[in-house]
């Protein structure tokens, strides 16, 4: 940080320009005042408290230890492998950034300032970063644990007590503690140190409890889930249990999910939790004012989400009240949700939205837990701003006729039909014009009304996270594995969506199909429509074996072809044990999606039909390099006087890139490229 040579003979009106707020330099407070106390610290999120600095121009804040904290620590005991190039001081982590990783020692992504190393996945926040009381791998009384443990002496010099506690006893972590860094155990070192070797445990009675350690995984017979590291168990029976499982809490409150506490009762039984309609066993909670019996893991719900595949905030509820005697359907699996078991649904009048529990918690990127309905959805509704920059004229019905839209630097004016009877693309989705569209009376530019009105940020169904709108002369589609002009959402800086795949909604109905689809994000078997198999999900049928990928789902259902006069319509089913395509005279899977003409008794591949790029316009620079060429590529269908490929040497009949500059004649087949 850099410092004003008057400055520093004033250290009351001291300032420094820090790397992370360069618009203006921060001055020093060295006394509280009361706008400070309203105020956090852009560093370590607390609450600003003097010595501090601060922007006089806007609202940025550091508390004078953050603002001076080293841009580089040179090692730190937690990290000793690659201690040798440092650890560099980054900004507040976006929440939804995959590439950032929660804190190694108190396991969160938070708003604050972190040190991060530039060679593996290592990053502690500032909070966390100087702790100094750390004595590792002290010896204990039992080798219960896979990972090595970290003695903390004095926990309550860092933030982790404030959101833990301890494994075994479940009380705050107010006294001397070890850590593992590897995974989520924290456990009280008197606790470590006064662990029984044996126990007697109510879930089963017949023998007692040994305590064991493996390294590899076990099932625990209470919670049902996989776990190594410490555990008790009888041999005789084969009956395991987690440590954490064999002490649990008496008594649970979290009134931010349920209003009441929950009671400890110990069960010989399974049950079926009223929170989530699953099978549970051995240890459940009570509500004795509500009349429910939950899950340990469901006594903590969320009570408000914001789902990506729902506009509106859904709530959990313990039952639903109807005045109807109808059937409620799961809107991410589509089998039965029990009207007397708890689920997650929409508040809103007239929206009947119901999912599971455990289908709409099983992804984490899906879903935000809200703590303010009414402030998210002003938020939400904010985001969700048009496309369009000014209306500049509209009609007796209020419908905008003359607009200014951001793709374009004409005004665009609005039409029914066009003057001229040609197949016009839009520059936004590359489809043809139907419909009502947007044109452009200076150059040929054209928009549907649909793409024109598309929101510039919002809310899209495949993650909770902002989508943002851009157009692109030339740009793959993440979801179709198309290369596309026109419109994109970027979806979490992250995926880049074509326009066709932004409008695919996640529960469809399609004409190849019977029966409605919904989008399975571990979908990973192959697409009915072409074929090829899946790795990121696909839209399936819930009640047979039938699955689409966004790639057939978004082909278009009519193309013309030089092959056939008539208009070629997708197909989705062929009757003949033995077909071939009349482009490329090879054989085509009967069981896949191809084109044809009923008239002319034509059939061929879509690939085929569409081209290899059916999706971009005509004349954008294409983003390919030859070593025997050096200036820009231009794409074009079809060239006229059909020269020769500068590659393979054949006339150039279809899809080709071209060299614009006047002393430049290369040209080249696009299925030439390398």
Known sequence: MEMDNENKKHPLAQQIQHPFHKEHPLVLLAE??????????????????????????????????????????????????????????????????????????????????FYECRECYFSIDIKCAYLSSYKFNQPSKHDIHQHPLTFIESPTT??????????????????????????????????????????????????????????????????????????????????????????????????????HPFSLLWRQASFICDACDTEGNYISYICLKCCIEVHKKCTSLPRIIKFSRHDHCIFHKHFLQTRELTRQDCKICFNEVKLDRGSYSCGKPDCNYVVHVNCVLENEKLYEVIEDEKQYEELYEKSMQSSIIRVIEVNEVGEATKIQHFTHQHYLGLADKMEEEIDRKCDGCMLSISTLFYYCSECPFFLHKTCVELPRIKQHWFRQASATLFFKDFQNCDFCDQSCSGFFYEIDEWWDMCIRCAKVVDIIECEGHQHFLFYDFNYEKECNGCGVENNNGAFRCGECRFALDFGCLTLPHSSLHKIDEHMLNLTYHDDKEQSYCDICERERDPRLWYYSCSICDTTAHPKCILGQFPFVKDGVTFPYYDHNHHHDLNFFRKDKGYPKCSSCGKLCQEEILKCEESTCDYIIHCKCLN
């Open 32 to 113: 509280q005042s009361n706008e400070a106390l309203k105020a956090y610290c852009d560093g370590c999120g607390e609450l600003l408290s003097a010595p501090c600095f601060t922007c006089i121009h806007c609202n940025y804040h550091l508390h004078k230890q953050c603002a001076e904290a080293p841009l580089k620590i040179p090692n730190h005991p937690l990290h000793p492998e690659h201690s040798n190039q440092g650890f560099f001081l980054r900004q507040r982590p976006h929440y939804d950034n995959d590439l950032v990783y929660g804190c190694v020692l108190c396991k969160e992504k938070r708003n604050m300032f």
């Open 158 to 259: 860092i933030d982790v007590p404030k959101r833990f506690n301890c494994s075994w006893c479940h009380e705050p972590l107010i006294d001397a503690i070890y850590f593992c860094f590897d995974c989520p155990f924290i456990i009280h070192k008197k606790c470590l140190d006064e662990l029984p070797t044996e126990i007697d445990h109510l879930t089963h009675r017949l023998h007692p409890f040994i305590l064991n350690r493996s390294d590899s995984d076990y099932l625990c017979n209470l919670c049902q889930k996989q776990h190594s590291g410490p555990f008790y168990g009888c041999s005789l029976c084969h009956f395991n249990i987690n440590v954490e499982c064999s002490w649990p809490r008496s008594i649970v409150e979290d009134k931010s999910s349920h209003q």
